[in-house]
């Protein structure tokens, strides 16, 4: 019996480590396909339409990725993760890339052995209570049920905040945004805590959003980026650089409106280089002259993305804020393609 | 005598190693012991070469590290400036509880529903055929996530026991109070409480103790009696009244000591935004201890049938026509002997819900796997670590409980004189 336990063990073991080492790049082509991590669904970020398709503003990313890298964005395969899995995915070689609303740590990217290429939502965490409680300030919280997802570094701010201020609290556990949500509805937790992005983002999905208010104490720095594995730089510099395309998309002006103009040749060499009718940059990451053309046709470039799926004038209705561009007094800034 | 004469003539040859009965069996244990080895191997070589691969290396340090979280339903001191360890121990002592909790209710329930299926009242033993059936035939978790969304969806909240229109209120004299947080029921409370002792790793409450050796007392003390009265009852035939000797024994000496500790009762009471004071039983806790007692319940209650179906009709009869009445027929004649045949699937009973508390995850109950093999390995990234010391404590666990069972069945098993 006890052999046989540590045979399991090790099997399982044995298949969480197969299949971490060969080029993702390779793979992925090889696959035809790229395996994004998502998350289960939060509206705006990442979930499912009516009609199934994967749409927001983390799934863009991925959609951008598998455009530049395999000419089409459609060829992206979700793999759903909650908290809890999304680490393990990604190690195991499971997904290729993780575009989930996770949290650029000292941690995780060393200890998880991760690598985070960029932030693509600067974030903080907040509290959403509902209004009849007449609560308006985080400090208020003393005694309070917390509703928190389990293997987050929401969880460990959470401890920390209490702590500090020397008030007790009673963390119910939970392990997708929509259980929480639930579980808030119910009103079998007074708060609700998470990035403060995903709370507006859930709260636009209430059927009353007006009685419940976001306190105004961010009590943590939250860069969500997307990550991938360790030790695969050319990987890793593609989900970088198709990130940091899409944000100097913005700053150039280039649209997916007045791309295929831009791309016959404008007077801006960086744009020139960008678009590939200049320089050869692609073949330097092992893609194609076109990639970043073709990763800013997929949804737009970061402000266009940003505009549809979680702006103003969306439900979820959030403000660019530290996310505008640097030129804007936001912190979104990307290296010159030179 | 042919071939054995070749055999110890020295004649030996390769082939007799598969033709050789004498041979054979040793053969084929060899081989299969060495592919298990070579498979064996295999598989850590993998593991270590992709451990490599990935730059992680296999430490338990982490274990030391402060986990920086925190947890809900703790029977120890926890903070979460505290180690993964002391995490670890927290949801291990939640998983016993849990267990144990659930392996006392379910083999009452077992039991009572397994010999009303034998009724020969046709509604309560039909009624009890509905009941294994629905309950052993949908898996453990729909039960587990129905009684939770039952209890969060359809209880007030604390807020609604607030105030002058309050539209709920508590039960039983202002003693209970059913949320949709959980229940809150009144805890024991010590006036002259005798302290604490520290065992290193966790405190003893030695009011606990005392009590439990107060109980201890009273229940040999009653022993005694009784083995006097019975001793009395074999010289003389008379059996000397003791009902109310064991009455102030069993009550009295339990009673005396709890007087004496000061005890009373601290009620739940409404103090900001949730009750306080009282005992706190989460949501978690009570969806999953009833459903782990109304799922298991219902096999145990096939082993209860089986165990007196086994048992002879003669043996009824026998015990009828001595004048025993029914009830007494089943404690004294049928259910001892039936325990031989109940107790070997019960051990499996028992090692199935201990199992199966790691079902919890789904509705947040903070054990084992959910604080060692859910937040731990998630926060230090330590999966193949956790994950082999949760298989090692879940196998300790289950092979003690194992032990204890089968002492037990060893006792109550027939003896041949």
Known sequence: MKKSALLGALTFAGLVAGTASAATLDDVKARGEVNCGVSTGVNGFSAPDASGEWQGFDVAVCRAVAAAVLGDPKKVKFVTTTGQTRFTALASGEVDMLARNSTWTYSRDNDLKLDFVGVNYYDGQGFMVNKDMGISSAKELNGATVCI??????????????????????????????????????????????????????????????NHIILPEIISKEPLGPVVRHGDNQWADIVRWTLYALVAAEEYGVTSANIEEMAKGTTNPEINRMLGTEGDLGAMMGLDAKWAMRAIQAGGNYGEIFATNIGESTPIGLARGLNALWTQGGLQYAPPFR | MGRADAAASGGFSLGMLIYD???????????????????????????????????????FRFLSAPAGYDINQRLIDYNNQMSHARAMLVGLLNTLV????????????????????????????????????????IPLLLWILLIFAVMTESMPPPAAFRGEAATSSMLLFDSVAITNRGVYVPEPLFDRSLGTVDLGIFLVSLDLVALIIAVVAAVAINRAILRRAEAVQNLTGIRPTTWWQSILVLGGIPVAVLVALGFHLGFPELKGLNFSGGTHLRNSLIAMWLALTIYTGAFIAENVRAGILAISRGQTEAAFSLGLRPGRTMNLVILPQALRVIIPPLISQYLNITKNTSLALAVGYMDLRSTLGGITINQTGRELEGMLLMMLVYLVLSLSISTVMNIYNARVKIKER
């Open chain 1, 149 to 210: 997802q389990t293997g987050t570094t929401t969880e460990l701010n959470l401890a920390d905040f209490f702590r500090v201020n020397n008030m007790s609290y009673e963390p119910v556990p939970i392990e997708t945004n929509a259980e929480a949500q639930q579980q808030y509805l119910a009103r079998a937790c007074d708060v609700y805590t998470t990035d403060a992005s995903g709370l507006a983002a859930t709260r636009a999905a209430f059927a009353d959003p007006e």
């Open chain 2, 21 to 59: 009965t004498r041979y054979r069996s040793l053969t084929i244990q060899i081989v299969f012991l060495m592919l298990f080895m070579a498979a064996a191997a295999w598989l850590v070589e993998n593991t270590i070469e992709n451990l490599e691969a990935l730059g992680k290396d296999f430490s």
């Open chain 2, 98 to 137: 849990l267990a144990a909790a659930a392996c006392v209710t379910a083999t009452i329930v077992g039991v009572i529903a397994g010999v009303l299926r034998l009724s020969r009242n046709w509604v309560v033993a039909r009624l009890m055929t509905v009941y294994v059936e629905a309950f052993r035939n």
